[in-house]
């Protein structure tokens, strides 16, 4: 995700309600139209139908079609307008947009797939959870393509923090990474053994089901990899990469001051990972608690990033914005 806002052509832009509008059509699509196939054509398809698949990826509980239908309806409609919601809320609709419809995707395709394997007599559910985990997946990181700097940001005010004073006796370059909590290890560690165990007990069974875990554990842990950016400070740019992958650019025409601050992660930012902060006015790469890089950006809000050696960071981006001439635009 790019959002540096540079000089560069942008794409066009739509307000925060429209994308809102647009990604709740979307998903209500994703269940409605195969929902709407399958109750025209109910005649082809058995009168019961799996709702609940135990561990041995067999189905232990079964309901009318009818009840199905309206189920994954409901079940897609509401968790659309929650995630969205939320995102409209809090203006984090570039992270809850692709979820929100990226979920949709994968409980519609979940549902209505194994509607179609009773109707094939299938007697497992993995090859409809593994097609779930890749319809989901593949969604929600398109709708994220898509939405890439679409979204128009609002005007926000002065900066939140005290700027750090330049050095003349400071380097004109800084090179570190992410400082991630020992919590969030802890955190990935426990869901790694869980998912092994789940992957265990539904692969006995049903092959493909052990797989679909699999893949959604390969992409918890690249989420979580992918914290663990380096930060490079130069004269041109703030720059985040991951495995040599620009992830986020901050020209320096568009930064007007640099601080160090402490924060809460919890208190402040309601958790870790990529988060705003609705009270203080601020969004970054939050990971954990203690100092961390802040600077004001030209009509956005500030951006924190929790670095090592943050306040050394600070002082050589305020020395590099000394000679820069900030874009007010």
């Known amino acids: 995700m790019d959002i540096s806002g540079a000089a560069k052509k942008s794409p066009a ?55 199905a239908l309206t189920i994954d309806i409901l079940l897609v409609v509401c968790t659309a307008a929650l995630f969205l919601g939320i995102g409209y809320a809090a203006r984090m609709l570039e992270s809850f947009a692709p979820l929100a419809v990226g979920l949709s995707a994968l409980f519609a395709t979940l549902t209505i797939g194994s509607i179609f ?28 393509r898509l939405l890439r700097r679409r979204i128009s940001a609002r005007p926000e005010e002065s900066a939140t923090f005290t700027p750090i004073q330049a050095d003349g006796k400071t380097n004109r370059e800084w090179h570190g990474r992410i400082r991630v909590s020992r919590g969030l290890d802890f955190m990935a560690v426990v869901v790694f053994i869980a998912a092994v165990v789940v ?35 130069t004269i041109d740019a703030v720059t985040c990469t991951f495995l040599g992958i620009r992830t986020h650019e901050f020209p320096l025409e ?55 050696d943050s306040c050394a960071a600070a002082r050589v981006l305020a020395h590099n914005l000394r000679r820069v001439e900030p874009v007010l635009c």
């Open 254 to 308: 568009q930064i007007l001051s640099a601080g160090c601050i402490d924060i809460n992660a919890m208190a402040e930012f309601g958790g870790v990972g990529y988060r705003i902060s609705i009270l203080t006015r601020r969004e970054g790469i939050v990971v954990g608690s203690g100092p961390s890089l802040i600077f004001q950006r030209n009509r956005q809000r500030d951006f924190v990033l929790c670095v090592d």
């Open 117 to 144: 394997a009773v109707a094939q007599e299938m007697t497992v559910i993995g090859p409809v959870l593994l097609a779930a985990v890749l319809a989901g997946g593949t969604v929600g990181w398109l709708t994220r």
């Open 199 to 233: 992957g265990i007990l539904l692969g006995r069974s049903d092959p493909f089901g052990g797989i679909a875990v699999g893949l959604i554990l390969v992409g918890f842990g690249v989420m979580l990899a992918s914290y663990r950016q380096r930060v490079h400070i």
């Open 13 to 67: 832009q739509f307000s925060n309600a429209a994308i809102a509008i647009g990604s709740f059509l979307a998903s209500s699509a994703f269940v409605g139209l195969p929902a709407a196939y399958v109750w025209i054509n109910h005649a082809s398809f058995p009168a019961k139908v799996p709702t609940h698949w135990g561990l041995d990826g067999s189905a232990n509980n079964w309901s009318s079609l009818s009840s």
